[in-house]
């Protein structure tokens, strides 16, 4: 997947223009830059980007409430957060206000761009330092007074894979190839190359077989096709 159209927001212009820098050297076009809050909401509205990738520490309104915004306006463009914070609370603030990803800055620049690829094909992109951050969340929520945003996180690790994934998945176990899945998904190559690696990340294994082999022992998907 190339010729992602992004909304850049971040309020750090080196860091700005060196990530910038990076993802057009790759193929994918930045189509407009902010470097808060309000500013972000505004050139959305404008540019209605692929993805927006976007920092959570910004002037004005904010990281959190800027996703927020835009989620309300344009539930269709997803939103991938890169920051340097891993905080639980934040986490799950970015969780309700409909972020798709997060990632950590300081990640490699072609782990970056799957990630973005991710959302944008419908996948999320949690970093491993924020999966376990949300482990530690749902495993010490269990009392009466647990928040619905942690109730809704329990339920997504009990089974992490989206619907999409699950059909991929399952594909998987029945040893179809990329292209296979693809011509029979009906869905560009890419793409499954993107939702095979997420799931890959979301159930922490290394290759395919282990992927398939520990989803029909967790009952993820059937073992048949």
Partial sequence: MTNLRILLVEDDELFRLGLSVRLQS?????????????????????YLPDVVLLDVGLPGIGGVEACRQIKQ?????????????????????????????YCLKGIEAKLLILALESVVAGASWWDRVCTAEIREAVTNSVSAN???????????????????????????????TNQEIAEFLHI????????????LQKLDV????????????????SPEI
Avoid: C, W, Y
Wanted: proline share 4%; glycine share 8%.
């Fill in 26 to 46: 790759a193929g994918l076009d930045i189509v407009g830059e902010a470097i808060d809050g309000e500013t972000a909401v505004e050139l959305t509205n404008q």
């Fill in 73 to 101: 306006q344009h539930p269709e463009i997803p939103v991938l957060v890169l920051t340097s914070h891993s905080q639980k609370s934040l986490i799950e603030r970015l969780i309700a206000a409909g972020a798709s990803g």
């Fill in 206 to 221: 290394r290759d395919r077989t282990q992927a398939a082999v520990l989803a029909i022992r967790k009952g993820l998907v």
């Fill in 146 to 176: 647990s928040v619905p945003t942690l109730e809704k996180m329990e339920e997504e690790f009990l089974n992490p894979l989206t619907q999409r994934e699950e059909e991929i998945l399952a594909l998987i176990a029945a040893g179809k």
């Fill in 188 to 199: 560009a190559t890419g793409t499954v190359r993107v939702h095979v690696h997420t799931i």
